[in-house]
C-alpha cells in the first residue's frame, strides 16, 4: 500500500505552487496549479538518483526503451496501441499546443475551443497570432454539455481551421463520452477542421466513465488529429518536462516535426526519459491505488459541502483530481471571490473567471493533496464564510 497521507514540505524547493509571492503567508494552502502535494512512484525516484549518480549529463536521445514505455502504458490502461514512429517527444504539452498551432494553421486563422477551458488554450492560439473561436458550453446547474449544433456553427461560420479538445475537459471534470466524440470527429472531418486533443489527464478518470482516446472514437480520425499525452500530470513529473505526442498522419507528424525544429526544441530532457520509462514500466499499481485515494478525496470534498454549506455546489467530477465549485450563491464579483478566498480562507484556489466565458463565480480545487490538508482547507472555508454571514447578520 502506497502512503498518500504523508506530508511533505514543499515550500523553498522552487516549486511554483509554495514559493511564488501569493503562497508566501504560511496559513495560505495552495490548492491552484495543477501538480500534486504526493510524492512520485518509488521506482522513479530510484531511477533518477541512480542517473545522477552516474554524473554525466551530456545531450540525450530517446532509446528504444522510452517508446516501448510509451506503447506499453498507452495499449495496457488505455487499449491505444500506438506506433513507435507515430510518437514525438515535446517539453511539455502547451508547448506542443503552440507548435500544433503553428504547423496546422496560418497567422490570422481561426481555432475554436470549448469554454470554460484551461486557460493556455488561449494563449497558445493567440500568442501566435491567430483568433479564438469559442463554443460555450451548457451547464445544466449539475454537469456540461456540448451543444453540436452551436459546435458546428461556431466552425462554419468562422471558417475554423483547428479545434483544441480537452479530453478529459479540465476545469469541468467532463470525461467526455464515446457519442460526444464521435459527433465531434465528424462534424470536425466534415469541414476539414484539424484536432489536437490534449489528452493530459487520461489517467484520471473515476466511476464508470471511461476515457477514450480520439483515435479508437474511428480510424479515420487519425488522417485529421493529434493527441497530447505525458506521465507528468499521472506521475506528478510535471518539472520534468517531458511529453509524448501521438501523430499517426505522416504528413502531420512531418508538419509538426518541422515545426519543433524551427522553434529550436532539440533533444529531450535526461531526467524526464528515465522518469517517463519507469512511471510507465512500473506505474499501474500505484495510479490504481492513487485514484482510490484520489475518489476518496473527492467524497470527502461532496460530504462536506452538502452537510456544512449546502448553498455551494460541486461540480461532480467525472475525471481529474480538480474539482469545479460552482459559488455563485456567495453573491460576490470575482474580485471579492478572488480576495475572499486568499485573504479570509487562506486558500489559493484558481479562479473561475481565468478559464473564460462561463467560469465566473466559479473555483477550481485541486485536491491531489493529504486528506488531512484538504479537511483543513474546507475547514478554513467553513469557517471563512461563517464569518461574513454573521457580518451580515449583525
Ligand atoms: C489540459 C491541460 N493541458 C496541458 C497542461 C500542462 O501541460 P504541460 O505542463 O505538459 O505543458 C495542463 C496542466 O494543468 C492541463 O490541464
Redesign the pocket.
Known amino acids: 500500500m502506497y502512503n498518500f497521507d504523508k506530508i511533505v514540505n514543499r515550500r523553498q524547493t522552487n516549486s511554483i505552487k509554495y514559493d511564488r509571492e501569493k503562497a508566501q503567508d504560511t496559513r495560505i494552502i495552495p490548492m491552484w496549479?495543477?501538480?500534486m502535494d504526493f510524492e512520485t512512484l518509488p521506482e522513479v525516484k530510484q531511477v533518477l538518483i541512480k542517473r545522477a549518480e552516474h554524473g554525466i549529463f551530456g545531450y540525450a536521445a530517446p532509446t528504444d526503451s522510452y517508446y516501448q514505455s510509451v506503447i506499453h502504458w498507452l495499449g495496457t490502461r488505455h487499449d491505444f496501441h500506438v506506433e513507435k514512429d507515430w510518437i514525438i517527444p515535446t517539453?511539455?504539452?502547451?508547448?506542443?499546443?503552440k507548435l500544433a498551432v503553428r504547423a496546422y494553421t496560418k497567422p490570422s486563422d481561426n481555432v475554436m475551443i470549448m469554454k470554460p477551458?484551461?486557460y493556455?488554450?488561449d494563449a497558445s492560439i493567440q500568442l501566435n497570432g491567430r483568433t479564438v473561436i469559442e463554443c460555450p458550453l451548457s451547464f445544466n446547474g449539475k454537469q456540461y454539455i456540448c451543444d453540436f449544433d452551436v459546435f458546428e456553427q461556431q466552425i462554419v461560420q468562422n471558417n475554423v481551421k483547428m479545434f483544441i479538445l480537452?479530453h478529459p475537459?479540465?476545469p469541468i471534470g467532463r470525461v467526455w463520452s464515446r457519442n460526444e466524440l464521435y459527433q465531434i470527429g465528424m462534424i470536425c472531418k466534415k469541414h476539414h477542421v484539424y484536432v489536437v486533443s490534449?489528452e493530459?489527464?487520461m489517467d484520471f478518470v473515476y466511476g464508470d466513465n471511461q476515457h477514450i482516446a480520439f483515435y479508437n472514437v474511428d480510424q479515420s480520425f487519425k488522417d485529421f488529429t493529434i493527441i497530447?499525452t505525458?506521465p507528468?500530470?499521472t506521475f506528478n513529473l510535471?518539472a520534468l518536462?517531458t511529453?509524448n505526442i501521438i501523430i499517426a498522419n505522416e504528413d502531420m507528424r512531418k508538419k509538426f516535426v518541422d515545426e519543433k525544429i524551427a522553434s529550436g526544441i532539440s533533444d529531450p530532457n535526461i531526467f524526464g526519459l528515465e522518469a517517463c520509462i519507469a512511471a510507465y514500466t512500473y506505474g499501474a499499481k500505484w495510479v490504481d491505488e492513487l485514484l482510490v485515494y484520489l475518489q476518496g478525496n473527492i467524497d470527502y470534498m461532496k460530504t462536506f459541502f452538502a452537510e456544512h454549506l449546502p448553498e455551494i455546489k460541486v461540480i461532480d467530477p467525472q475525471g481529474?483530481y480538480?474539482v469545479w465549485v460552482d459559488m455563485r450563491s456567495l453573491g460576490m464579483n470575482n474580485q471579492e471571490l478572488e480576495d475572499f478566498m486568499l485573504k479570509k480562507a487562506h486558500l489559493w484556489l484558481d479562479e473561475g473567471y481565468i478559464f473564460g466565458t462561463g467560469g465566473d463565480g466559479f473555483e477550481r480545487f485541486n485536491v491531489a493533496c493529504p486528506r488531512s490538508v484538504l479537511k483543513q482547507a474546507l475547514e478554513q472555508l467553513e469557517s471563512a464564510i461563517k464569518e461574513i454571514k454573521v457580518t451580515v447578520r449583525a
Open positions: 496549479v495543477a501538480d517539453p511539455g504539452i502547451v508547448t506542443a499546443l477551458v484551461y493556455p488554450f480537452c475537459h479540465n490534449d493530459i489527464h497530447c505525458s507528468s500530470k510535471a518536462q511529453s481529474l480538480l
